[in-house]
């Protein structure tokens, strides 16, 4: 019995996850989790790095969100962005650039 309590509570906090993504809002506008992510330096540079096929994907889900914002409408509900096709396409990108900055400062307590 107690073999099974991790596989349980492993698809219950699947489940959490799904029903929380959906609950978020941003993917009834066709947003990605990454295109949520506030701006700091951090997160600028990341986005200066990405290919320029995301960074074009990524504004058109930001322009498309606005307008759709600004229309008080959303996408139809086969186009929201569902919780198994979210991408984190930012995060490799932002973590190779927390790590230079988190290097750059040991470097320069030396």
Known sequence: MAARAPVASGRLLVGFRKWYYNMCGFNKFGLLRDDTIYEDDDVKEALRRLPETQYNDRMFRM???????????????????KYEEDVHYLSPYLDEVIRERQEKAEWMKK
């Open 63 to 81: 322009k498309r969100a606005l307008d759709l914002s600004m229309k008080q409408q959303i996408l139809p509900k086969d186009q929201w962005t």
